[in-house]
């Protein structure tokens, strides 16, 4: 509780005083990306099972990449030794 307060009261103290909106976007991320990793560490499940759908619905809709990238080349088999 006492975090989103304090998200909050820094939002609305630094998004007031910003000219632009782009700094807002990029503190806003920021920040989700800090309470998502404060979420992990405090054990709350629900967060990690919201950001995996959100993650895998972003997979769906994404096109897929027209380049390949090329194959490895395949493992060389061991080297054997042979007793004498």
Avoid: N
Wanted: aromatic share 8%.
């Amino acid at each position: 509780m006492w975090v989103s307060c304090a998200i909050v009261g820094f939002d609305s103290y630094v998004f007031s005083r910003m000219e632009s909106w782009s700094a807002p976007i990029v503190i806003g991320i920021i920040q989700f990306l800090l309470l998502v990793v404060l979420a992990r560490r405090l054990g709350i499940q629900e967060v990690s099972q919201v950001l995996a759908k959100l993650l895998d619905r972003a997979v769906e809709v994404m096109p897929a990449s027209k380049t390949k990238l090329p194959e490895p080349p395949p493992p060389e088999p061991p080297a054997t030794i042979t007793k004498q």
